[in-house]
Nanobody, 125 residues
Framework: VQLQASGGGLVQAGGSLRLACTAS????????VGWFRQAPGKERDFVAV????????YYADSVKGRFTISRDNAKGMLYLQMNSLKPEDTAVYYC???????????????????WGQGTQVTVSS
């Protein structure tokens, strides 16, 4: 499956952005899908993941209550609604797909089989 992230941009602190990830190739419904982010000079960190049927989600503590992950399997789309953005949310955001789901283990990079190119999110103070 090929993934493509979009929707990044420049926003002021307290603002909102909605990221989207499109999938081509195999149907997105076959995978658990998630978001990671990487700030300059830092490691790539887990943000959120959603299971095949949208009933299971898991978030990093840093984004709980502010970000919402969702998916539309019919459209082959993954979304990340980001509200109350902070300067520390500035990073390149990546979407990823995994063939298996193992709960909190989905916070690890190695659980994911496919990665899209990133989209830059910049939050100004």
């Amino acid at each position: 499956v090929q993934l493509q992230a979009s929707g990044g941009g420049l926003v002021q602190a307290g603002g909102s952005l909605r990221l989207a990830c499109t999938a081509s190739g195999r149907t997105l419904s076959s995978y658990a899908v998630g978001w990671f982010r990487q700030a300059p000079g830092k490691e790539r960190d887990f943000v959120a993941v959603i299971g095949w049927t949208s009933s299971t989600t898991y978030y990093a503590d840093s984004v709980k209550g502010r970000f919402t992950i969702s998916r539309d399997n019919a459209k082959g789309m993954l979304y990340l609604q980001m509200n109350s953005l902070k300067p520390e949310d500035t990073a390149v955001y990546y979407c990823a797909a995994a063939r298996s789901y193992n709960g909190q283990g989905m916070g690890r990079l190695r659980q994911y089989d496919y990665w899209g190119q990133g989209t830059q999110v910049t939050v100004s103070s």
